[in-house]
T-cell receptor, first 117, second 112 residues
Framework: GAVVSQHPSRVICKSGTSVKIECRSLDFQATTMFWYRQFPKQSLMLMAT?????????EQGVEKDKFLINHASLTLSTLTVTSAHPEDSSFYICSAVGTSGTGYEQYFGPGTRLTVT | GENVEQHPSTLSVQEGDSAVIKCTYSDSASNYFPWYKQELGKRPQLIID?????GEKKDQRIAVTLNKTAKHFSLHITETQPEDSAVYFCAASRGIRNDMRFGAGTRLTVKP
């Protein structure tokens, strides 16, 4: 099946700094990617929909100036957490729609664990 | 917007027993309902999905049923095994290419 990668897998940063997370579709093109956040023992919460060549669509309550999303190519979307604070510590997961043997499937990246100290 | 509720939050069964997890959704336009299995620190893995034009789908020990009228769908795992232990999430969306709303998750423990 299709593969989605994320980089880095883990990152620790200091409060006030910015962190960039990459999401790549390795063997398919994805016009749309999704960014989710998952706190410990909780569900995946959709943050934004990333559209190639246009602005991302953010969910209510997600600050677009804090979580900058760029989808500059059909295989890469980036999420930048600006001026990170400890409460931003979470597991960030992206997904992209690709084709499977029986149709389409939304493939998830392995996630990035962000720890803000 | 879509709201997905999932029950129970935890489920413990004996190996070989069946496990059932139920979800309800609110958006009548939702037509795609996947189920994911997530192990600790790993990405969600699709285990089965169903579209609104189908009432039931089965894949070996796993089955999903959908009642569009009542807006609920369920995951059934038969002959459970210890390796089935994980957190299971249901989700709903208006299509496979659309954003998904997830249920809160069910932690399934299968005791040997």
């Amino acid at each position: 099946g299709a593969v989605v990668s994320q980089h880095p897998s883990r990152v620790i940063c200091k409060s006030g700094t910015s962190v960039k997370i990459e999401c790549r579709s390795l063997d398919f093109q994805a016009t749309t990617m999704f960014w989710y956040r998952q706190f410990p023992k909780q569900s995946l919460m959709l943050m934004a929909t990333s559209n190639e060549g246009s602005k991302a669509t953010y969910e209510q309550g997600v600050e677009k100036d804090k979580f900058l999303i760029n989808h500059a190519s059909l295989t890469l979307s980036t999420l930048t957490v600006t001026s990170a604070h400890p409460e931003d510590s979470s597991f960030y997961i992206c997904s992209a729609v690709g084709t499977s043997g029986t149709g389409y499937e939304q493939y998830f990246g392995p996630g990035t664990r962000l720890t803000v100290t | 917007g879509e709201n997905v509720e999932q029950h129970p939050s935890t489920l413990s069964v004996q190996e070989g027993d069946s496990a059932v997890i139920k979800c309800t959704y609110s958006d009548s336009a939702s037509n795609y309902f996947p189920w994911y299995k997530q192990e600790l620190g790993k990405r969600p893995q699709l285990i089965i999905d169903i579209r609104s034009n189908v009432g039931e789908k089965k894949d070996q020990r796993i089955a999903v049923t959908l009642n569009k009228t009542a807006k609920h769908f369920s995951l059934h795992i038969t002959e459970t095994q210890p390796e089935d232990s994980a957190v299971y999430f249901c989700a709903a969306s208006r299509g496979i290419r659309n954003d998904m709303r997830f249920g809160a998750g069910t932690r399934l423990t299968v005791k040997p």
